[in-house]
């Protein structure tokens, strides 16, 4: 398929409209591809994605800019739960 999503596959369906006469007319739904150019699955270029695609792979983008910085030397404490025992 040429009009097709370059990373998930997403391409053109074709069907039918049928009316209540019952007279069939083709009907192409073709997918919401827009142009990308940077970095997908590690390779560069210039990449054909729809727009769930696009979404996806730009919010990738901003949690990898956005990572904290670890904690060198600061652990972190956790509160200790009292122990109880239960008679029998």
């Not at 998930?8 to 049928?18: A, F, P, Q, Y």
């Amino acid at each position: 398929m040429a009009y097709a999503c370059d990373r998930c596959g997403k391409g053109v369906l074709i069907g039918r409209n049928v009316p209540h006469s019952k007279h069939r007319t083709r009907k192409i739904s073709l997918p919401n591809l827009q142009a990308y150019k940077g970095v997908l699955d590690g390779k560069k270029g210039k990449w054909r994605l729809c727009t769930k695609c696009l979404k996806t792979v730009k919010k990738g983008q901003k949690k990898q800019e956005k990572k904290p910085e670890t904690m060198v030397g600061k652990e972190k404490a956790t509160p200790k739960k009292p122990h109880t025992t239960k008679a029998v």
